[in-house]
């Protein structure tokens, strides 16, 4: 009996020290977009990360995830008005009770064209 307990601690041990999950998704863009002309001025590709503290399934995030504020730095960083063809992912490497979480971004900047006049 303390051998079954001990291996399956040891086991349970390993599969916490390693573990690794994924992610991704697809959007139009991070604005609307109806009717107005745009410039494509060029890709994005950025990542971002930040830790979180995890006991079983309760997890405690030790810091609040940039993913807006990485959105907003690359839109000035470029000079853009909004993102389009956006391509996220983000993964998960837990490492004993401490977890990594990632972030990364790939879509196309753009800026927008004069208004059309209204009818």
């Given amino acids: 009996m ?3 307990l001990s ?3 040891i086991a349970t041990f390993l599969l916490v020290l390693n573990c690794a999950t994924s992610s991704a998704g697809l959007a139009t863009s991070n604005i609307p977009i109806t009717d107005q002309k745009y410039t494509v001025i060029s890709p994005v590709e950025t990542s971002t990360w930040w830790l979180s503290f995890d006991i079983g399934i309760l997890g405690f995030p030790l810091s ?3 993913v807006h504020d990485l959105v907003q730095a690359t839109i000035e960083e470029k000079e853009a008005d909004a993102l389009i063809n956006i391509r996220h992912w983000n993964d998960k490497i837990v490492i004993l009770f401490i977890t990594i979480n990632r972030f990364g971004l790939n879509a196309e900047a753009v800026r927008f064209e004069s208004a059309p006049p209204k009818k």
Wanted: aromatic share 12%.
């Fill in 2 to 4: 303390n051998r079954l």
């Fill in 7 to 9: 291996i399956f601690i």
């Fill in 64 to 66: 609040k995830p940039p």
